[in-house]
């Protein structure tokens, strides 16, 4: 969930046959508020042993505190950038604006333990204030609190992390 962070779960290295990589997704929008959510499995094929399986998942929520909401782009199959209503800044008139204010939270998890394989699973909790200045620059930061159900090489127990971005999209 952090970019950044070192990886917590590995499986190793696994010799494959074949992978087939299954998921299913959904989103909803009503005016600030919008929910998404995604299931998805790795069926791993190896050659002579057993097939594994290894699922994961999320669903997040936000809402804009402006007022905003996200657009969905049909053509391209992906939300597109939030416009503010009103810009960061002073504006004509000695008018100010802003942005846009965007609250959000997700709960994720990944289990990469089946069979022989224990690469260990990991579930948590990410809350994040999103401020838009402008159609091309948003600042992002997020809470992680991890719960790691380490086995093998990874190890268990909390981990929290703080992530800071700035985004600047042309």
């Given at each position: 969930e952090m970019h950044m962070a070192k990886d917590f779960l590995d499986t190793g290295a696994l010799a494959t046959g074949?992978?087939?990589?299954?998921?299913?997704?959904?989103?909803?929008?009503?005016?600030p508020l919008s929910v998404q959510g995604e299931v998805m499995r790795a069926q791993v094929s190896r050659n002579k042993a057993s097939t594994l399986a290894f699922n994961g998942g999320y669903v997040y929520a936000?809402?804009?505190?402006t007022?905003?909401?996200?657009n969905y782009r049909k053509t391209a199959?992906?939300?597109?950038?939030?416009?503010?209503?009103?810009?960061?800044?002073?504006?004509?008139g000695g008018e100010r604006g802003w942005g846009a204010w965007e609250v959000g939270a997700r709960y994720s998890w990944l289990d990469l333990n089946d069979g022989a394989v224990q690469g260990g699973s990991m579930a948590d909790?990410?809350?994040?204030?999103?401020?838009?200045?402008n159609p091309n620059i948003r600042i992002q930061?997020?809470?992680v609190l991890a719960d790691l159900n380490g086995?093998?090489?990874s190890k268990g127990g909390p981990a929290n992390m703080v992530g800071l971005r700035l985004h600047v999209d042309f």
């Open positions: 074949n992978v087939d990589l299954m998921n299913g997704e959904a989103a909803m929008v009503m005016g936000s809402y804009f505190l007022g905003e909401q996200r199959g992906c939300f597109d950038r939030v416009k503010p209503a009103s810009n960061f800044g002073v504006h004509k909790w990410t809350f994040g204030l999103n401020w838009y200045l930061t997020n809470y086995t093998g090489s």
